[in-house]
Each structure stands twice: as C-alpha cells, then as structure tokens.
C-alpha cells in the first residue's frame, strides 16, 4: 500500500498487478502506460502481490486527508480489475482482510460490474459499511456499466469514476426497460468523480480530448439530483487548451471558479 496523488483517496492497495482491456475507455490506460513497456512489470499479466497484499491489516492512519472528518480511503486496486476471472482464487482473501478493518473504507472500482454479485462474500447482504462499489465509464459505449451496477448489486456506496471521459455522458438521460416502465438510474448513485484523460502527446499513450462543457454537464446533473461530485481533472487536452501548469489539469486552484468541486459521498442517505 502506498500513499496515494490520486485526489480522492489516500492510499492504494493493489492485491494484483495487470488486468485485461474491455473497450475503448481503456485505450491509453495508464497501468499499461506505467508499466514502462514492460520493464516494470507485464500489464498483460495478471499476478497476485506478495508484500503489500496484507497491508491494509499494518496501515496506521486513522483519519483521511482527502475527506473531512472521516475514515481512511483505500484505492483498491489501482492496477488491476478485483473482479477479473483471474482473481477468482485469492478475492476472499481480500474480502477477509477488509472485513477485518472496519476502520478503513475501502474504494473497489471495475469495469466489470456485470460480475459483482456472484463475486461478493457470503456475508455481503446489503453491503458492508467500509466498501464503496464503483465502475468506471469514459463515453456512452460504456454506460451499460451503469446499469449493471446500479440495478444489479446492492451496497452502501455505489459510485461513478467518469474518467478519462472522452464523450459527453448525459446522466439525466440513462434509463432501462422495467414491466412497469422506463426506470431513471441516476437516483441509484450515490457519488460521482468526473476528469479528463492524461497522457502524452506523442508515443503510445496519448490524450482525448475533453470538453470543459462535458464536465460542466455532469456537475449540472449531479448537483439537479443532489448527488455530490468530484471534479478530479480536466486533463492532458483543457490544460494545454487552458494554459494551465499542472500538464494533467489535476490542480485545483486552476480550474474555472465554478468547477472547482469536490465533495464526497452524503453518508446520511447511505450511512458508514
């Protein structure tokens, strides 16, 4: 585990290294780009860790950095997908570990929310208090993502990482198919992260563009719905397009007065 620059937690804790590419949000994805080509480690190649798979049971923080007033945000896992076929084997070990530090709230973030449910622990029912479910979705190709989370798993905190966005994704506008109508899944999302995509401007692993509007539009809807949300970036594109130092469009203090939002799940609609 290792203190983390991602914006909205505090630590990593990654149980595997490597995952497998879904669609085309995962084109530039940066755990490929920093593998280093390989020389790191194969990002193809899904392998349990060995010294830090234990970590969260040694972590010592007892407040978060990034969250007023609450508990220690865990990434779990920033390189890879839990919910891989290939994690199958170990996944309670790790269900294990989180239950027994309830003084931690882990984040579990995938792109293969279809496979929550017959995943989770047998002890899951509603959801534990400590884990937060989220799935990651860049462009309307992949809004089934939320669908499949939304309507098909239960849990405390169910949120959305719309990053590296590289369409407009209309929240208001998802619905599904039920025997008694069309049902709008945005009242089922409790929390929403919002960024650009990094990356190089040349080479293998390059940048999208994202439109400052897009952003804007997922802030209007998330605040329409009372639903906080997280602006983390604007990313590679707004920065060079805005001039910015931070070459990610991750600074805060440089971003339009407006936009300049973070807030974290309302645990008194979904209490930990």
């Known amino acids: 585990m290792a203190v983390s620059k991602i914006q909205w937690t505090d630590a990593t804790w990654n149980i595997a290294r490597g995952c497998k590419k879904v669609d085309s949000d995962c084109k530039y994805c940066y755990m490929y780009r920093d593998s280093m080509n390989g020389t790191r480690y194969e990002p193809k190649e899904i392998k349990r860790t060995k010294t830090v798979f234990d970590f969260p049971l040694k972590y010592t923080e007892t407040y978060s950095k990034s969250w007023a007033g609450g508990k220690p945000l865990i990434f779990t896992s920033s390189l890879t997908d839990v919910f891989l076929p290939e994690i199958d084997s170990y996944r309670n070990e790790m269900w294990d570990i989180i239950r027994k530090c309830p003084h931690l709230i882990f984040q579990i973030l995938t792109k293969r929310p279809e496979r929550i ?24 190709e992949s809004i089934q993502r939320i669908k499949d989370l939304v309507l098909k798993v239960d849990a405390k905190v169910k949120f959305l990482s719309l990053e590296p966005m590289h369409s407009q994704i209309d929240l208001n506008e998802i619905t599904v198919k039920t025997k008694i109508g069309e049902l709008y899944v945005i009242p089922g999302i409790d929390w929403v992260i919002v960024g ?18 897009w952003i804007e539009k997922v802030v209007k809807d998330c605040e329409a719905n009372q639903i906080p949300v997280f602006v983390k970036q604007l990313g590679t594109h707004l920065s060079k397009q805005l001039k910015l130092k931070d070459r990610h469009g991750g600074d805060i203090e440089e971003f339009p007065q ?3 939002i973070r807030n974290f799940p309302n645990l008194n609609k979904t209490t930990v």
Do not use: A, I
């Not at 208090?129 to 309307?140: A, E």
């Open 117 to 140: 449910q017959e995943c989770l622990p047998h002890d899951w029912n509603d959801g534990w208090d400590n884990v937060w479910l989220g799935t990651s979705v860049g462009s309307n």
């Open 196 to 213: 650009g995509e990094s990356g190089h401007d040349t080479g293998k692993y390059r940048y999208r563009e994202c439109k400052l509007e």
């Open 258 to 260: 407006h936009l300049r």
